[in-house]
């Protein structure tokens, strides 16, 4: 499985006698021009949502990191209205 943190770097803190490796945080691409919006209904899955619009599932990241989201569940309110960002092939 892929994930959007794949190549993210590592560094280490020591909080409270305890090491702790953290993930770099990641830089966001800037938002592109174009793409559409889609309202999210009960029970959708965001792998399903990219699925739909790019006929590939594991583009779902691109979904999440258009819309400002860490945790993918974050969006799937039934109700919100998720920005599409265009197909990046």
Known sequence: MS???????TYTVSHD?????LLQPRI??????GGQ??????????????WRYYRDPL????????NGCAH??????AGRLLFIPPDPR
């Open 37 to 50: 919006q889609h309202r999210v209904v009960s029970g959708e899955r965001l792998d399903l949502i990219a």
């Open 72 to 77: 993918p569940d974050d969006l799937l309110e």
């Open 17 to 21: 006698g305890q090491r702790l490796d």
């Open 3 to 9: 994930s959007r943190q794949t190549k993210t770097g």
């Open 59 to 66: 583009l779902a990241h691109l979904i999440a990191d258009a």
């Open 28 to 33: 966001l691409p800037p938002l592109a021009t």
